[in-house]
């Protein structure tokens, strides 16, 4: 698995001699903004002032007149850390020293743990750990309750920790790129999750329950070694695109309540019939992606998915199509490609 290459480009003011270093310079200008990016620095140990930013005042600061306008009763608290793309391999457990932590970004580095006190950061609500060479995380993460965006793809995880149903105002989750044969079986209790990738993995199964994440809008499994998905995913009625490409799933989900659905993805797998019952849970679909599978049939259900705008059946066993295919009007692609059709309508392909 190869992690994303580091910028080129240099942080602004960073010359060779202030490579793997933090001048003072920039910490004194994080009390004020609350914001410290130190992305692209080769830093490989992150220096504990950095943890300590708001506690260990300089002397020079302390001594500034009444006068001045650094005062240093005025600092604001770090609210926003930029870690990323440095070499960073492991963060220290004062990382709670930073309580009023919002932002934490440390993708594209080297870490390979990270503390049980990353728990304790209880206003923080974006964190990305992509791009690292995390095989697990700690249980404490469940902790994190304010946590809005988990961002762990391209790592090495096998497996996720339960407690990650805990984070009930987790919005995004991106586990992909990762080495998991299954979701931890408590997903279902994020009950705020929006948007779930967890394409490019191993997934051989889905969790039951996955009804609970009742208001999730996107959900990528693609690449992936799915047979089947669960039923409860038929359950969820915000579901607006759904990725199930190369997989090894041998029919069509039942999405009976998914009427929000517009993208249906299902290509690269090992359907080979498609159940009327099934087409006609997709009315809301306007983009259907079945290409390269083995199917030989397309039901004439077909004819009432009256929005579909776009129908990808190439790679495919087709001899024919539904004779009133010619009548959705808003049907505007068609791709056909490698199906051995004895003649195709231009009303269809046009």
């Known amino acids: 698995m190869q992690g994303r290459k580091k910028f080129a480009a240099k942080t602004a003011g960073q010359n060779e001699s202030t490579k793997g270093t933090v ?61 990323a793309s440095n070499q960073i391999t492991s963060i220290s457990p004062d990382v709670q020293l930073l309580q009023a932590l919002v932002v934490l970004d440390l993708h594209d580095n080297e870490i390979t743990s990270l503390p049980e ?11 990305n750990l992509s791009y690292n060479k995390l095989t697990c995380l700690p249980s404490e993460i469940g902790n994190l309750s304010a946590l809005v965006s988990l961002m762990i793809q391209h790592n090495q995880l096998k497996e996720l920790v339960e407690n990650i149903g805990k984070l009930d105002k987790l919005e995004e989750l991106d586990v992909s790129n990762n080495f998991l044969e299954t979701l931890a079986a408590s997903s279902g209790s994020l009950t705020s999750l929006r948007k779930l990738n967890a394409s490019h993995n191993s997934l051989r199964n889905c969790p039951a329950g996955v009804a609970g994440m009742s208001v999730l809008c996107e959900i990528n499994f693609s690449n992936n070694k799915l047979e089947t998905l669960p ?83 190439s790679n495919n066993n087709l001899s024919e199509l539904p004779y009133r295919m010619g009548n959705m009007n808003k049907l505007k692609s068609v791709i056909l490609d490698g199906n051995p059709l004895r003649s195709i309508r231009r009303d269809i392909i046009m």
């Open 23 to 83: 001048p003072d310079a920039i910490l004194k200008q994080a009390r004020k903004s609350g914001q410290l990016n130190l992305s692209n620095r080769e830093i490989k140990i992150i220096p504990d002032k950095i943890w300590k930013i708001n506690q260990e005042i300089p002397e020079e600061e302390r001594n500034a007149s009444l006068d001045s306008d650094e005062k240093w009763w005025d600092q604001t608290q770090l609210n926003k850390l930029i870690l």
């Open 117 to 127: 006190a990353i728990g304790e950061l209880s206003n923080l609500k974006k964190l």
């Open 231 to 313: 039923e409860d995913i038929g359950k969820l009625g915000k579901l607006e695109r759904l990725d199930c490409r190369y997989n090894h799933l041998t029919k069509v989900p039942t999405l009976q309540s998914c009427t929000r659905l517009k993208e249906l993805y299902v290509g690269y797998n090992h359907i080979a019939n498609i159940n009327p019952d099934e087409i006609l849970c997709l009315s809301s679909v306007m983009i259907l992606h079945l290409r390269d599978n083995k199917i030989a049939r397309l039901p004439n259900e077909i004819t009432t998915m009256t929005v579909l705008e776009r129908l990808d059946l």
